[in-house]
T-cell receptor, first 114, second 115 residues
Framework: AQSVTQLDSQVPVFEEAPVELRCNYS??????LFWYVQYPNQGLQLLLKYLSGSTLVKGINGFEAEFNKSQTSFHLRKPSVHISDTAEYFC????????????FGTGTRLLVSP | DTGVSQDPRHKITKRGQNVTFRCDPISEHNRLYWYRQTLGQGPEFLTY????????KSRLLSDRFSAERPKGSFSTLEIQRTEQGDSAMYLC?????????????FGPGTRLTVT
């Protein structure tokens, strides 16, 4: 089975500061990795995904993430955040064989203040 | 781009009543997923359809839950004899194909409150 750990339930940060949201996963098989964002009263939107190849993945809204297989991590970063980035961020994995369902972490709330 | 739509957006019901939610996926998507999200948690997989066939069901889906996707288009999720523990956001997603190669597009969700 797969599992995802997001240790930080909430990350407060000032506008224009850099931010890193941490994600660690556990799986006995190879997985694909994702970051989703959820704005209040909305569904989830895909930020970026890692399938294979370069371990540094760039996504929408200036976000990027780095896959580290040895540390089983997929941390999300942004060099300079905006107020509009305030949202819930979910890391998710999906195994790359057999039936494939998304397994989500518990989420990290990013709070950007002026 | 109409996206995935869900109806209703909010539902308040009394314990013991039955409720039904509807999901309209993106029209060309043959795969449809239902997830449940409780407060402070990430979404959890409930069930999955490929066209009209329900291929996977989570153990979270008790006998009181039933899902259908007639003709491989829209889907309904029914909860019978609701309990307070059923209060959650129910999310629907659709994709063009299976696995991580195909993005799952999520709807806005139906928030269920059982009083």
């Amino acid at each position: 089975a797969q599992s995802v750990t997001q240790l930080d339930s909430q990350v407060p940060v000032f506008e224009e500061a850099p931010v890193e949201l941490r994600c660690n996963y556990s799986s006995s098989v190879s997985v694909y990795l994702f970051w989703y964002v959820q704005y209040p009263n909305q569904g989830l939107q895909l930020l970026l995904k890692y399938l294979s190849g370069s371990t540094l993945v760039k996504g929408i809204n200036g976000f990027e993430a780095e896959f580290n297989k040895s540390q089983t991590s997929f941390h999300l970063r942004k060099p300079s955040v905006h107020i509009s980035d305030t949202a819930e961020y979910f890391c998710a994995v999906i195994k790359n064989t057999g039936f494939q369902k998304l397994v989500f972490g518990t989420g990290t709330r990013l709070l950007v203040s002026p | 781009d109409t996206g995935v739509s869900q109806d209703p957006r909010h539902k308040i019901t009394k314990r013991g009543q039955n409720v039904t939610f509807r999901c309209d996926p993106i029209s060309e998507h043959n795969r449809l997923y239902w997830y449940r999200q409780t407060l402070g948690q990430g979404p959890e997989f409930l069930t999955y359809f490929q066209n009209e066939a329900q291929l996977e069901k989570s153990r979270l889906l008790s006998d009181r839950f039933s899902a259908e996707r007639p003709k491989g288009s829209f889907s309904t999720l029914e909860i019978q004899r609701t309990e307070q523990g059923d209060s959650a956001m129910y999310l629907c997603a659709s994709s063009l194909g299976g696995g991580g190669l195909y993005e799952q597009y999520f709807g806005p969700g139906t928030r269920l409150t059982v009083t």
